[in-house]
């Protein structure tokens, strides 16, 4: 079996995406299947391409013993539908660029991250100031992701 491609995607790729890629990871970590998988993150903008995690969320990445370190922001390209198994949207903006950039017929599943837990989307704190919130929010998007990843894939755990 292959490594399977999660690919977390929000506008800038300094806050919500980052967050959902480190917090994903430590996920995958404490489960013990890191090793299965292939995590990362792009924005839908070109704004903050090469631009460190925000602080503010490099901060609360940190609070929950989660290193960001040398993450940069990079833009979504067509080829991530292909390299990718799982590209994940933050919000409804997100996830209509995500769908203007798809190739007509993609190989990957497209899905905005709270349709795995409540539904909704993951406010961008940027502009709400509430990194707190939207930790929880991606953490809780994050373990129904892996649920609904593994009910897929349920060699991963054997």
Same mark, same amino acid.
């Given at each position: %079996?292959?490594?399977? &491609?999660?690919? =977390?995607?929000?506008?800038?790729?300094?806050?919500?995406?980052? %967050?959902? +890629?480190?917090?994903?990871?430590?996920?995958?970590? *404490?489960? #013990?299947?890191?090793?299965? =998988?292939?995590?990362? !993150?792009? &924005?839908?903008? #070109? *704004?903050?391409? #090469?631009?460190?995690?925000?602080?503010?969320?490099?901060?609360?990445?940190? $609070?929950? &013993?989660?290193?960001?370190?040398?993450?940069?922001?990079?833009?979504?390209?067509?080829?991530?539908?292909?390299?990718?198994?799982?590209?994940v949207g933050m919000d409804e903006h997100n996830m209509e660029y995500i769908r203007w950039t798809s190739p007509a017929?993609?190989?990957?599943? @497209?899905? %905005?991250? %709270?349709?795995?837990?409540?539904?909704? +989307?993951?406010?961008?704190?940027?502009?709400?100031?509430?990194? &707190?919130?939207?930790?929880?929010?991606?953490?809780? #998007?994050?373990?129904?992701?892996?649920?609904?990843? $593994? !009910?897929?894939?349920? *060699? @991963?755990?054997?």
């Amino acid at each position: %079996m292959g490594k399977i &491609g999660v690919l =977390f995607v929000c506008y800038g790729n300094i806050c919500r995406s980052p %967050m959902a +890629e480190f917090v994903f990871r430590k996920i995958l970590d *404490e489960r #013990g299947i890191a090793d299965r =998988f292939y995590v990362a !993150s792009a &924005g839908t903008s #070109g *704004e903050h391409i #090469g631009d460190p995690v925000d602080r503010r969320a490099a901060e609360v990445l940190r $609070l929950h &013993g989660i290193s960001c370190d040398g993450k940069r922001g990079r833009r979504l390209k067509r080829s991530d539908f292909t390299d990718y198994d799982y590209i994940v949207g933050m919000d409804e903006h997100n996830m209509e660029y995500i769908r203007w950039t798809s190739p007509a017929e993609p190989t990957c599943e @497209v899905s %905005m991250l %709270m349709d795995h837990a409540d539904g909704g +989307e993951v406010a961008d704190p940027y502009y709400t100031g509430d990194f &707190g919130r939207t930790y929880t929010d991606i953490t809780l #998007g994050c373990l129904g992701l892996l649920d609904h990843i $593994l !009910s897929e894939h349920p *060699e @991963v755990v054997q």
